[in-house]
Every structure is written in structure tokens, then in C-alpha cells.
Antibody
């Protein structure tokens, strides 16, 4: 059974940092592009970042480009999103997702809530 | 990285068909045959129902179909069932190796 399990979300003050993680199982993690997608409360989906199979290619939403970093550890089947200089409008559920190529997202986690507030 | 344009809501009766449109630009929908559609029920994770414009993942009902013409992609759901009531999002690959989503469409089954 495919599983993507996010962790690390929580409450952080504006300007602070947080790292969310995603543990994958049930598929060959190293063969998949991985993405982070977020959903602000009551709003739609927003793609945030992705990383290719070996970590050599990384792409970001313009509004997070200088603040967020994406990485992966294929030996541990894990994906990470390091977020810094967080703002109130970064408040969202952050979903981890996997796709065989970079064009669609086949598997999704249940999400981890990140709340940026003082 | 502007969002694709979807209607905010659509309505359909049980057993009928509905079509949801998704309009983009030459940098996304018009430029690539990499449109996907996702179904999201309240409080749940999204689920892919169409990828590469018209392909259905294993296990997805053939009542869901996708197409594309020019700048607009479409999702058609035939034989509407109560369980189809959900939010639907389109997405497209872009020329920058990124993805962009539509604003989402809430489907209400009457």
C-alpha cells in the first residue's frame, strides 16, 4: 500500500523557520518526482516546489523561491521542505505528493498544517 | 505562475452529465499535453482522476473523461452520482518545469 506521511507542521511566529518532512512507503521512492502542494484554509491547491528523482533539479513557486528549500533522502525514502522567513500567507496544509514524471501527482499524503501567527 | 481559470461552481442532477472547464495560456495548457484533474472531498487529500489530458489512472471510473482544445481543458463527468459531489482542480505542467493549478470548482449534485 502506498503511503505518504507528512510530519513537522505546527505553529510558528512570523519570520520563523520550520521543516516539514514526508515519509514514503509502498512504491519505489527514488523513481518518482516529488512535490509539495499547499492549501490555505478554505482555499484552493497551490503548487509550491518539486524535485526530480536524484535531487539534481529543483523548482519553486516564485513567492517562496528565496525562502523555501526542497530536498530528499532516497536512502531513507524521505522528502523535506525547509521553510524560513515565514509569513502569515504561508499558513496552509502542506501536502507531499509523488509523480512518475514531473507533470502530474499520482500519490498524495494527508497533509500537515503549518500555521504562521504571533 | 498565474492560476488556471475554472468556474467556481457547477451543478448537475443525478444521472446527468457536467463539464468543468479550465483555461490557461500558451505557457501551460496550450503548450503541453500535460493537463491533470484532481478530485478532493472535504477534509481529504486530492486524488488524481485524469492525467496527460485524457488518461485515467487504474481504478478511476470511466464516467470521468478529459479533453483539451487550444487554451482550454475540460473534465466531463457522466452519469452523476452523489459521491461525485466534491471540489475539482485542474493542473498543467508549464514551460518552467513547474505545475500550476486552477482555482477549483465545487460540484453540487442535485
Amino acid at each position: 500500500e502506498v503511503q505518504l506521511v507528512e510530519s513537522g507542521g505546527g505553529l510558528v511566529q512570523p519570520g520563523g523557520s520550520l521543516r516539514v518532512s514526508c515519509a514514503a512507503s509502498g512504491f519505489t521512492f527514488s523513481n518518482f518526482w516529488m512535490s509539495w502542494v499547499r492549501q490555505a484554509p478554505g482555499k484552493g491547491l497551490e503548487w509550491v516546489a518539486n524535485i526530480n528523482q536524484d535531487g539534481s533539479e529543483k523548482y519553486f513557486l516564485d513567492s517562496v523561491k528565496d525562502r523555501f528549500t526542497i530536498s530528499r533522502d532516497n536512502a531513507k525514502n524521505s522528502l523535506f521542505l525547509q521553510m524560513s522567513h515565514l509569513r502569515a500567507d504561508d499558513t496552509a496544509v502542506y501536502f507531499c505528493a509523488a509523480g512518475p514524471h514531473g507533470d502530474y501527482l499520482e500519490f498524495w499524503g494527508q497533509g500537515s498544517l503549518v500555521t504562521v501567527s504571533s | 505562475q498565474s492560476a488556471l481559470t475554472q468556474p467556481a461552481s457547477v451543478f448537475g442532477s443525478l444521472g446527468q452529465s457536467v463539464t468543468i472547464s479550465c483555461t490557461g495560456t500558451s505557457s501551460d495548457i496550450r503548450g503541453y499535453d500535460y493537463v491533470s484533474w484532481y478530485q478532493q472531498h472535504p477534509g481529504k487529500a486530492p486524488k488524481v482522476i485524469i492525467y496527460d489530458v485524457s488518461k485515467r489512472p487504474s481504478g478511476v471510473s470511466n464516467r470521468f473523461s478529459g479533453s483539451k482544445s487550444g487554451y482550454t481543458a475540460s473534465l466531463t463527468i457522466s452519469g452523476l452520482q452523489a459521491e461525485d459531489e466534491a471540489d475539482y482542480y485542474c493542473s498543467s505542467y508549464t514551460g518552467s518545469s513547474t505545475l500550476v493549478f486552477g482555482g477549483g470548482t465545487k460540484l453540487t449534485v442535485l
